[in-house]
């Protein structure tokens, strides 16, 4: 197995991964647990059960890792450091440091650091470290021959248990000519050495918002194409308003309400061609950057065979992660729309706990926050102010612009806010959604008062450091508490006051 480009970095990746020397264990007997897929939802099923002292076996057909370590989480973060250093680079006048004129980011080099960190990051989740942790891993593509039994490589594994998690793939989109013309994917983008001097971005979801930004700071022409009426459409207006803002002022070419109907070669490179408001549209680049969707990894596994239930989309499964076979759970993107490292390995510990201890965990009782990592980044858990009105919620929404958070200030960090919502009358929250440069950071604060029934009122009570931007989230508890001192309380407040003089 190679990884390009095949330098030392990605060698030693593949050795922790997907060593070439690798002998496959022996079958002895009935396993506890059968793991199939070695991303995130695969290795805390399979850490977790070997260390509780199951017989566990974890087969994965590629990278062990997944898409996080490989194509996902790890290096899109080290290209995200990365551009948001050239911009800070670029805005250091701002704030009195004068840059020497010409700094310029060397791409060739960014790409390396990533490569060397993932590198570096890729031992934990090695073969050699789980074979340790007493965890029988296969290299080999898993396929189901009956609804206890499992092929790999020429060999049966009997289970009384199993968990599917296969995790998914970048969707293909159906646009004409699109495979002709050649275009990445976040599992091909990160092998780039030389930086697109023209690059198109179909989708304004996170993935593409994300790479878009970077990519942007790091120096390439961007245009960021989407089909619907505004990027981020799954967040709350105000914050994608927010980020569409930034994108332009940074220079990113926004093109809204474009449907895209086919991809040509042209003398300069590559041309998607589309429709607009009823005209047509066009536009060249060097590269296109698809992220418009994921798609399941089902194919090959042969879960016909298994009894187990599946579309294009995912993994049948219930509230308790189990599939249509009894025996046989399944746990991460393979199964959830919410397609996070966080949530996998969240639903790994329902499944583990589930299949092997008759547990009842449920995942519809998972508080699941996530972040897109734009600059500034936009995290949010629970409902936004509209799917509350759309679920009949009626909710009251306090919110805290980050022009009043002092440590914003001194940052030159501004542009955002802190935004929660409660059920009306109450202060047990529903849903928030922060913009800044370190949300995804100060999320945890109201997932936890979430998870744990903490109203916002106590939040008002938990003292934060000062100065820093998670006191946004005091804020936003002073904010109801202040709420709750209506006109007849005040006037008795005066009246108890007045006596006490």
Not at 225 to 248: L, N, V, Y
């Amino acid at each position: 197995m190679e990884i390009t480009p095949n330098d030392t970095h990605n060698q030693a990746l593949v050795r922790y991964t997907h060593p070439s020397e690798w002998q496959n264990p022996i079958p002895s007997g009935r396993y506890n647990l059968v793991v199939i897929g070695a991303g995130t939802a695969g290795l805390v099923s399979a850490a977790g059960a070997a260390g509780l002292g199951a017989k566990v076996a974890l087969i994965e057909r590629h990278l062990l890792g997944g898409d996080c370590l490989n194509y996902g989480c790890v290096p899109s973060k080290a290209l995200i450091r990365a551009a948001r250093s050239a911009a800070e680079v670029s805005r250091a006048a701002d704030f009195g440091v004068q840059v020497p004129a010409g700094s310029r980011v060397d791409f060739p080099a960014v790409m390396e650091r990533m490569r060397r960190l993932r590198a570096d990051l890729s031992r934990h989740d090695s073969a050699e470290r789980f074979s340790k942790l007493g965890v029988e891993v296969y290299l080999g593509e898993a396929r189901f021959i009956g609804p206890t039994t499992i092929e790999v490589a020429g060999q049966r594994l009997e289970f009384a248990k199993a968990v599917i998690a296969t995790g998914a793939r970048a969707a293909d989109p159906a646009i004409p000519g699109l495979a002709e013309v050649g275009y990445l994917t976040n599992e091909t983008v990160f092998s780039l050495t030389e930086l697109p001097p023209r690059l198109l971005v179909l989708g304004a979801g996170p993935i593409g918002c994300e790479l878009a930004q970077t990519f942007r700071r790091f120096g390439s022409e961007v245009h960021l194409i989407q089909r619907g009426p505004k990027i981020m459409p799954r967040e709350d207006p105000d914050a994608a308003a927010i980020i569409q803002q930034r994108f332009e002022r940074e220079g990113i070419r926004l093109h809204l309400g474009v449907k895209v109907i086919r991809a040509e070669k042209s003398a300069k490179g590559k041309r998607l061609v589309g429709e607009s408001e009823g005209r047509e549209w066009s536009r060249e680049g060097d590269a296109i950057l698809v992220g418009v969707g994921r798609k399941a990894n089902v194919e090959g596994l042969n879960l016909e065979a298994a009894g187990v239930a599946y579309d294009a989309n995912s993994v049948h499964v219930d509230d308790h992660l189990r599939t249509t076979n009894r025996r046989i759970f399944a746990a991460g993107d393979i199964c959830s729309t919410y397609k996070f490292t966080h949530a996998a390995d969240a639903m790994a510990r329902i499944a583990l706990q589930n299949a092997l201890f008759f547990g009842r965990k449920r995942m519809s009782r998972l508080v699941i926050p996530w972040c897109t990592y734009t600059d500034p980044e936009v995290a949010r858990v629970g409902l936004t102010e509209a799917d509350a009105h759309g679920r009949g919620i009626s909710v009251d929404t306090f919110t805290v612009r980050l022009d009043e958070v002092d440590r914003a200030v001194l940052d030159g960090e501004t542009e955002g806010f802190a935004r929660i919502h409660v059920r009306r009358g109450t202060d047990r929250i529903v849903g928030a959604t922060v913009v800044s440069a370190h949300a995804g950071e100060m999320m945890g604060e109201i997932t936890l008062a979430m998870t744990r029934d903490i109203g916002l009122g106590a939040i008002a009570a938990n003292i934060h450091s000062y100065p820093t931007q998670a006191e946004a989230i005091k804020k936003l508890g002073d904010l109801y508490q202040r709420s709750r001192l209506t006109p007849r309380v005040a006037s008795i407040l005066r009246t108890i006051l007045k006596w006490r003089r």
